[in-house]
């Protein structure tokens, strides 16, 4: 058997300072690669394409960045860190609540970051100072490390599922052409056929009598259910 190949040096342990002033350069290269994605989507960006909307040769992109996933790795930490941390406050609760919705707020402008997220974690220094910021603020109320690590990713995984859920909803428009209410229109005669039958009384009531709530508001209320049970843990 031969032997294992080691795996290649993380962008972040090279140095990647250059002494003269070149025409492609790693913050053009990530600032592409951003722009694509945020139009098309992770899937429509390749060194070639990121090459021909540069006017230069994938050669010249490969001095500076590796492959595709350390450009992706590039990618996410320059987002990350385009928002200065918060000052600590007084009020643990409100600091997450408010981070949570940053965090959504920068996903739903880049909707790729949610479907990277899913595929890779990233160790940039902007998102390892987030986490640390965040693990800080958690510090707060327990000096548990593995406690603290799950508060944060709790909030994390909510925040991350509540947005794939948000895409899916745009997804199905753009892809469909239809808005919302067209696509109830659409469904409607099933779902009546499915009312009349009366086998779902539950699912029934939630079609007749509940409001249709709006992203954000099913966001904070989930956001909301999740601190009022981390706060009772951390106390308990």
């Not at 996410?76 to 919705?101: K, S, Y």
């Not at 739903?108 to 902007?126: E, K, M």
């Not at 895409?167 to 753009?174: I, P």
Request: with cysteine.
């Amino acid at each position: 058997m031969p032997p294992a190949k080691n795996p290649p040096t993380m962008v972040w342990m090279r140095d990647r300072t250059t002494k003269t002033r070149p025409v492609v350069t790693e913050e053009k290269i990530v600032r592409t690669a951003i722009a694509i994605a945020d139009a098309e989507g992770l899937d429509a960006l390749s060194m070639r394409r990121l090459a021909a909307e540069m006017g230069t040769g994938t050669t010249s992109l490969y001095r500076h960045v590796a492959s595709k996933d350390e450009l992706f790795e590039l990618m996410v930490d320059t987002i990350i860190g385009e928002e200065p941390l918060p000052e600590p406050g007084d009020d643990w609760r409100a600091e997450l609540a408010q981070l949570a919705r940053r965090q959504r707020a920068v996903m739903l402008l880049h909707p790729w970051l949610a479907q990277q997220a899913a595929r890779h974690p990233t160790l940039g220094p902007n998102v390892i100072a987030r986490a640390d910021h965040h693990l800080g603020i958690v510090s707060r109320m327990t000096s548990d490390p593995t406690l603290a690590t799950m508060v944060v990713d709790t909030i994390n995984t909510h925040v991350l599922g509540a947005v794939s859920a948000e895409l899916a909803e745009l997804e199905v428009q753009r892809r469909t052409g239809m808005t919302e209410d067209e696509w109830r229109n659409w469904v409607g005669a099933y779902v009546r056929q499915v009312v009349e039958s009366g086998r779902y009384p539950h699912f029934n009531r939630r079609v007749l009598e509940a409001d249709d709530v709006d992203p954000a508001t099913r966001f904070e209320f989930g956001l909301e259910c999740l601190l009022t049970g981390i706060e009772a843990a951390l106390r308990a």
